[in-house]
């Protein structure tokens, strides 16, 4: 986990980044006014307090503790004396290096802030202490805090080196994960780090951390900073803390309100427009655990209110609702990597009667989230924003993307500006189940065939390719009869071929392991359908040698040495031409197959499948350059050869330099890779892969309802 914070440090943070304060400036004009009046009367009431920081650092770090704790206590209590229009206090916990209750480290927290009753008495929160608990034990359990009430969190260190900082940040990006992971209506995140006395103020967001100049607070413009942001963080809308007004936390029912935009609501945010479905949730099955990237969250809900904490345990899930951040086109009309876009086309033209239907997600309401600046002021249309990138961070977005766009400093850290990305909700049914919880071999087979045969039908009739075949996007549901019936979902990665050019199909997308070798290498071979058909493969692989459930698999010291591991291990070329080699003959994949998990019932049926859609994938092409997978060299006095060692997948293209270079005026080497040459087959292999899925599928519905214990192997061998 550290090496992961340091990782994110290094491609995400900003430092030294002008405004970071100012994000929580009061978006209302008279809130904003008395905020700037109370700053001055609030330094002007507690300068006494400044002494404590009049050394160049404490002599422990555990001693400054207190002096902060104290200062930011003292500065809400000045701030109630000051103003009536306050909406809120921040207050430390009492509690400081202290462990969070439900944490997934035993790491210790410094200082934690939590937002109180801007009408309640100033005072160190003691968390859910009772003094009149019983004995120690319980009184101390009583006392502890948890992430999902903890709004920001702060990293002292007792120097300001390079290191200290570095410590600090690294502590920061681990504590604010698990805010994200537990507060579910969290877009973004606070935090501050003080080493020495140089205090610096922090913004997570889903791409980026905005870190301050330093503020000495041994200077009186570094502790005026300082007073700033707890005030500002005092009178500004709750949306400017990083809260969510679009997703309500309903503390008496114990359940959360979502509003989910109403579908046909394309263009600018406005009044017109911010209309939305509300639903309401007692279950969130994904959290965002990773700090950085689409930070999604899904939830199951139903559409009726619960009238009381009792019925929230009776809510009817009837959609499931996704919430992310993925990127996107700034003009909501030229977004082509939009999943509810896709979803309403899917469903205005599969005709009724495809056999599809039922396997891929009907869409109920989705779109863009918007908002008002200030829910009092709802329906002013120059209050209502869409909540993107730009929007949260504003002109910090466009000083960070015009300073770093030919930084070579910025290239070399991947960090070539801020991606923009847009807050999306989207709420479908029915509600599917993942693949773990099918109950054999055989109903993999069929929930399989259901989605592939769905993502045939919309690449036909919708010209809607999907691009993401993973264990996630293939999910399932029971029909009446208890049959499981697959479904294809998250379409985010989706293209439209009737919207986008070739160019945009050089993408990379997909799921490691399953990625297809065309988009682990990002070459310019087209995507076409075949790229979802490989990873299919892929993932019939995985499930066969790891089992659906954890047990049914492999031990770890087993799939330490397995050949399927190098789909996971190392770079995306090595990963890509692991897999050109493991596909390219029966022999070399069977060194896949072999290692399936021999416990698990029909493992010799799903092998003789995946071996069936390899050889037409790789082998059922027309043309000799459409067979096999590994890259191969012609010349003009030669056959083609391959590019890759089978036996040890070095690439042989040393030998073919040297050719090149001795015999110039006489060889001419071309570079033949037949994932390209297969491209003008695409739609006749996938049809053919397809027909032998439905018969395979068939034939696990025939021994289902036989009640085979294990595929009878005379009906095995006629398949």
Not at 112 to 137: H, I, M, T, V, Y
């Amino acid at each position: 986990m550290r090496r992961q914070a340091q990782n994110h440090i290094r491609h995400y943070l900003r430092k030294d980044v002008n405004g970071v304060v100012e994000l929580a400036l009061p978006v209302n004009a008279d809130k904003r006014r008395a905020a700037e009046e109370t700053v001055e009367r609030v330094i002007h009431g507690i300068s006494s307090l400044f002494a404590g920081f009049d050394k160049d650092a404490f002599a422990k770090e555990k001693d400054s503790y207190k002096p902060l704790t104290s200062f930011i206590t003292a500065v809400a209590e000045a701030i109630k004396k000051n103003s009536k229009v306050a909406s809120r206090l921040l207050l430390p916990y009492k509690r400081t290096d202290t462990a969070i209750a439900n944490s997934e480290t035993s790491s210790r927290v410094d200082i934690a802030l939590r937002c109180s009753d801007a009408k309640s008495k100033p005072k160190l929160f003691e968390a859910n202490f009772d003094s009149s608990a019983g004995d120690k034990k319980q009184r101390e359990n009583a006392d502890r805090l948890y992430y999902e009430d903890v709004f920001a969190l702060i990293e002292v260190k007792r120097h300001a080196s390079a290191s200290d900082e570095a410590g600090a940040f690294e502590q920061l990006v681990r504590y604010t994960r698990e805010v994200y992971d537990k507060q579910h209506n969290r877009r973004f995140a606070w935090g501050l780090t003080i080493c020495g006395l140089d205090l610096r103020v922090c913004v997570f967001g889903a791409n980026y951390i905005l870190a301050s100049e330093k503020f000495d607070l041994k200077a009186e413009s570094g502790r005026r900073q300082f007073v700033r942001m707890l005030v500002y963080w005092s009178f500004c809308e709750e949306h400017r803390l990083g809260y969510d007004p679009t997703v309500r936390r309903l503390k008496k029912l114990g359940c959360w309100e979502i509003d989910v935009p109403i579908l046909g609501n394309p263009g600018p945010c406005s009044k017109a427009n911010a209309r939305v479905d509300t639903f309401y949730s007692n279950t969130v099955i994904i959290s965002a655990d990773r700090q950085f990237g689409r930070l999604t969250r899904c939830f199951l809900a139903g559409r009726e209110k619960p009238k009381s904490s009792e019925h929230v345990k009776q809510i009817k899930h009837q959609v499931i609702i996704k919430d992310a951040w993925p990127e996107a086109e700034m003009d909501a009309s030229n977004d082509m990597r939009d999943e509810v876009a896709h979803l309403s086309k899917i469903q205005r033209l599969m005709p009724d009667s495809s056999k599809a239907n039922g396997a891929y997600p009907a869409l109920e309401a989705g779109g863009r989230v918007c908002f008002s600046h200030d829910p009092r002021l709802r329906g002013s249309d120059d209050r209502v924003v869409e909540d993107n990138t730009r929007s949260l961070i504003g002109e910090i977005f466009d000083a960070i993307n015009e300073s770093e766009g030919g930084n070579r400093e910025a290239e070399k850290l991947q960090m070539n500006g801020i991606p923009y990305r847009v807050h999306k909700r989207i709420a479908t049914s029915p509600i599917g189940e993942p693949l773990r919880r099918l109950e054999s071999i055989l109903e993999l087979v069929i929930v399989v065939a259901d989605a592939m045969r769905a993502h045939t039908a919309i690449l036909k009739s919708c010209r809607i390719l999907h691009r993401d075949i993973s264990n996630n996007n293939i999910m399932f549901y029971r029909t009446e009869d208890g049959m499981a019936k697959g479904l294809l979902i998250d379409f985010d990665h989706a293209i439209d071929h009737d919207q986008v050019s070739r160019t945009y199909h050089q993408q990379r997308s997909g799921t490691l392991p399953f990625m297809s070798v065309n988009n682990l290498e990002n070459n310019d071979n087209e995507r076409t359908a075949l790229d979802d058909w490989e990873s299919l493969i892929y993932l019939l692989c995985w499930i066969g040698t790891f089992g659906l459930r954890s047990d049914h698999a492999n031990n770890q010291e087993t799939q330490d040495n397995l050949q399927i591991g190098r789909w996971t291990n190392g770079s995306l070329e090595y990963i890509a031409n692991a897999k050109r080699s493991d596909l390219d003959s029966d022999g070399q994949f069977a060194r896949i197959t072999d290692q399936f998990y021999d416990k698990s019932g029909n493992i010799a049926f799903l092998a003789k499948l995946v071996e069936r859609l390899r050889y037409l994938l790789v082998e059922s092409g027309p043309e000799t350059n459409c067979k096999g997978s590994v890259l191969k060299k012609t010349t003009n006095n030669d056959t083609s050869m391959p590019l890759v060692d089978e036996q040890n997948d070095q690439p042989l293209a040393d030998f073919f330099e040297e050719l090149a270079t001795t015999n110039q005026k006489h060889v001419v080497v071309d570079r033949i890779d037949p994932f390209k040459e297969r491209v003008k087959h695409a739609s006749k292999i996938s049809k053919d892969m397809m027909n032998v899925l439905e018969k395979y599928a068939e034939a696990a519905k025939l021994s289902l309802k036989n009640n085979f214990v294990d595929f009878p192997a005379a009906v095995l061998d006629r398949l």
